[in-house]
């Protein structure tokens, strides 16, 4: 089997989030492909297979199998720009139909996915506050004008806005209690957030969900995040740039484009490199 290794939303050739992707023929049982995803080792692993004029998909984490991922996503599109050309493709997930735009211009690579639908609600006191002391933050730590929420865009998430970015740079948990709090409420990743701008936030996904303390650049989370923002009247202008990882040295860049419409798809793209062994 050839399994691509791809930073997803790099910072030129640099950062980027790692993935694994495989397309084949047809997709192998599910305990091989958690098996392969635990091998490669990487937040995600992509496995693909053709679906009559679309492309079947799931992801796998080292742990468990995930509705959604945005970065193995964007690692999808450009390996099948390199396989097919460029072109928009078809995914039919678990839980919905997405599609994705793969672009190969020379060396660049480049991808740009379309969410599936948003939905976001306000978190409850018991929650957020259990949340707060995962990460050893007080309430005084958020920002009153983007609420914690539940928020979608393919996955469930837990948003904390904070007021500082020194804040942010802090973030420090234990890996088996954030575990057991994402397991516990159903949610893929905790989204902390911090904004310079109204278009532009800093962003950290710690993933204990998927057996991993850090994601250096998450789309699925960055969609609902887009998607949030639209439901609370945010000055968005109809995009967004995030800023994610670099706290964690693998500094990357995802962009997000945010229609009127509530609930609909979030397009979210950025560049690609293809990793070598």
């Known amino acids: ?12 050739n640099t950062g980027g989030n790692p993935a694994g992707v495989l397309i084949a023929d047809t997709l192998p049982p599910a305990a091989d492909m958690q098996r ?44 099948l720009a390199l396989r097919q050309g460029n ?24 991808a ?17 506050d259990e949340a707060l002391a995962v990460f050893g933050y007080g309430r005084d730590d958020l920002d009153p004008r983007l609420p914690p929420a539940r928020i979608h865009g393919g996955a469930d998430h837990l948003l904390l806005a904070l007021k500082h970015r020194e804040a942010l740079a802090a973030m420090q948990y234990a890996l088996d209690t954030g575990r057991r709090f994402m397991n516990t409420h159903g949610l893929v990743t905790v989204l902390l957030a911090w904004t310079d701008t109204p278009q532009h936030f ?18 699925a989370a960055t969609a ?37 419409e509530p609930g609909s798809s979030i397009r979210v793209y950025g560049t690609a490199r293809l990793m070598v062994d």
């Open 87 to 110: 072109g928009v493709f078809a995914l039919r997930l678990n839980q919905a139909s997405i599609t994705v735009e793969g672009t190969h211009e020379g060396d660049a690579l480049s």
């Open 112 to 128: 740009a996915l379309q969410s599936p639908p948003t939905h976001s609600a306000l978190a409850d006191d018991a929650l957020v």
């Open 224 to 260: 609902a995040l887009a998607g949030y923002l639209r439901d609370a009247g945010w000055p968005h202008g109809g995009r967004i740039e995030v800023v994610q990882g670099e706290d964690m040295g693998m500094r990357s860049l995802l962009s997000a484009d945010i229609p009127p």
């Open 1 to 12: 089997m050839n399994i691509l290794k791809i930073a997803a939303f790099s910072d030129g």
């Open 36 to 79: 392969i995803a635990a091998e490669v080792g990487f937040s995600e692993t992509a496995f693909a297979a053709p679906e009559g004029d679309r492309w079947r998909v799931r992801y796998f984490s080292p742990e468990s199998e995930v509705p959604f991922c945005g970065h193995a996503t964007i690692a999808l599109g450009a390996a």
């Open 202 to 219: 800093h962003t950290r996904n710690p993933f204990a969900s998927g057996g991993v303390y850090e994601d250096p650049a998450t789309g």
